[in-house]
């Protein structure tokens, strides 16, 4: 098997491998393809697939904090924005008295998204918060 | 009892610039420590079942929620029993070591805790720290990062301004707004600006996270390092976040394709209140080392905000040079602060600066201000718009890549007005304001906002709205500019847009260049002693060496060689000088070039008029001029002391063209002369005269006052010695060894004089 670090940069070595969030390969991103009209804003956004490739080739290169953070970015591309800054909002500290909304926050993102990494990374921050006190509103 | 008066030098060095700066006394229950605090704890680290149960004294039912993160994602179980077993003075020599290479140093970094971090950085002095910085960082090719704000908001400048930093070659810019609801007005013009001329810059627009996300998502902006982490439980759930929900934003900012960087730096906890009297290294090297740990792929740390304070304790800069060796080392790319203004003494700053340069840097400022100092809504930086050329200096003085180039006057007025316009354009196409061409010319000329007749915050805001509310995103300003002919910044935006979509400027410390990634995967750090690592090319180097107002020999000779060959000569040869008999005689010892090829002194005078001043001075104390041309040497002592030799009274005066010169005796050694004017810029014409008068008095037996050409401690060798030396070299191209000096009768339109 080859090394994913040989893909890097993959603009350069392998455009074929980067497709947008939409299904719209690299090449088609064109002046052309904007001035008729055929670029959606949806066709500028990064894939989950993208995102994996990445961390492949961070992993690769001995980077393996940052492969994870690409492998939880890759979990959240298709999770809406609202649910994205609503669940930030959840983690920021008071803002949820009750753990069991941040459990079911996980659950949610879990099961809806396939977002397992990041149901880890709230399941973590629950214990975490339970001890340190940080269940407690502040305004 | 009398008081001792006080000495006058005090009440001139409170008049100073850095007098203004305030420095604090240590004082460690106050948090006023750089690296050292006894309530720091000493380095440890326990493994229990592959699990980290102690860090830094620490148990883990005692963790905060810096050490249980820390604990969970920073430290390597498989290292840690090797790295905490070192001894900190060993691993600061492997730092230095350039046979120790760089992963392995970022393994054992791996296995170590914040306290032992700092235990091996603190080892170190300021120049080793920067030494092993130049060797630690993460990318071969040093880069930088601009500030671009504007205190009206005004869309036109921001364009303007964002086009001049993307010609100085800055790899990142980042903006802000005076009035938060200016944040997509302000992320359009910028992105817009950005992509005149060479384009391929990441971008950035700081402000609320939500909105910041918002703004990404819409295309115009790729990268954000406002994820701000810090030192303390206390300071971090006071800034409203802990280290889950950054680690989750710094998640979501991949989701959307845009590069993320953390920032802290010294002393932010000290500000906020919580700094649990430990000194501000140990403090931000758990903030790195918590960065490490939520995969973030770099950090924004060197004091930031924090930086001025830190600075203001007694080995502050040197902290802060330690806490970016430790990001660096844990394998984080760095924008290395230098962007607060420390200091207001200039001095200072310039010192601040000059580790980096020589070590270079992922982003050597994490915001130059490249606008004027009150147009930076980030508050004023290091360095800013006011100070761009002394900086552009400083890379040509070291030979040092800053990331900066010298631009041409005409080719930054063509790109600013282009920008302009390219905004102009896109605000029309898309409805959003018809720019008048009175304001299109206002912002043109203009340094800062102080000087425009443009938009005001409030008309912006309107502006903002509308882009936010209507969803326009950065496909509709490609086509707004390709619709209104701004075909290659269509193309520079749209390449932008291209980057997100692989995803390759995610990784650590990417930036693009020549429209490619350059990044620590593709371009890593290779600095293995002399000979290795980056150095300029020789096309960057020419690059960097052709700063503004650069003389050459051909510019300095076209303008001080006023020599007409079709004149006249007014010096006129008539035989071979000999040794005169009168003891009133006072010979002029001209050099060679003088009046012929060279016809003006340093300080501007013409030498017609020097050599009246000296023959009528000559006569007022009661000698008799003679002009002798002196073939055999340029030298100042030597045409006095043979002009001196030629004179029947034995004094004689020497005198080179660009105006130095000297009263000599012919009894005397060369390089003892009577009388010397050795500042010829500053020399008057009444000089000359009192230099004649003098000459001819020593002859007549007196004892008169030696001329003294007051000087107020100008650098005068800066400011003329380039032109000195290539005008000098003309006098000494004329030097015949062994030709004799020659009597000259001085013949000028009325009459001249008699000799």
Known sequence: ?139 | MTSTPRWRRFDEWDTRQLRHDLFAAEDVEAGFATFHSPWDPAPSARVENGRVVEIDGKAEKDFDILDAYIAAHHLDPEVIDEAMAMDPVDVARMLVDINVPREKLERLARGMTPAKLVSVVAAMSSLEITFAYSKMRQRRTPGNQAHVTNAKDDPLQLAADAAFAVALGFDEIETTMRVASNSWANAMACAVGAAVGRGGVLFQCSIEEAEELQIGMAGFTSYAETVSVYGTEAAFVDGDDTPWSKAFLTAAYASRGIKARCTSGASSELLMGFHERQSVLYLEARCLCLQRAMGVQGTQNGGIDGAPLTSSMAGGMRELMAENLIAVWLGLECASGNDTRVSESEIRVGAKITPYLMAGSDLICSGFGSIRKYDNTFNPSLFNGEEIEDYLTLQRDFEADGGLTPITESSVEQLRMRAIRAIAAVFEELDLKKVPEEWVQSVATASGSQDTDSFNPGEVTRISEAIRTRGLTAVDVVRALSRRGFGEEAENLLFMLRQRISGDYLQTSAILRDGRIISALNDPNDYQGPGSGYRMSDARWQAVCEVRGLQTRASVLERERRHDPTTTPWLVATGEAVKGDDPRDIVIGLSPAFGVELTRTTAGHDLIDVVLALTEGIREGGGTPRLVRMRHTADTSFLGLTAARLSGSGYGIGIQAKGTAVIHRADRLPHMNIELFSNAPVTTLEHYRAMGRNAALYAGGEAPEPIVVPVDGQSLAARYHVRVAMLYAIETGLVVADAPPLELSMTLGQGGIPT
């Open chain 1, 1 to 139: 098997m080859t090394d994913p670090l040989d893909l890097y940069p993959i603009s350069e070595n392998a455009p074929e491998l980067a497709v947008s969030a939409s299904g719209m390969p690299l090449e088609r991103l064109t002046l052309e393809e904007v001035l008729a009209g055929r670029v959606a804003a949806t066709d500028i956004r990064i894939s989950a697939e993208a995102l994996r490739l990445q961390a492949g080739i961070a992993r690769s290169a001995g980077r393996d904090r940052l492969a994870l953070n690409f492998e939880r970015g890759a979990e959240l591309v298709s999770v809406p924005q609202d649910v994205i800054l609503e669940t930030y909002e959840m983690l920021r500290p008071g803002r949820v008295t009750d753990p069991a909304l941040l459990t079911a926050r996980a659950e949610m993102l879990r099961r809806d998204y396939g977002a397992d990494a990041i149901a880890a990374l709230i399941d973590e921050a629950v214990a975490v918060y339970a001890r340190r006190g940080l269940l407690r509103r502040r305004y």
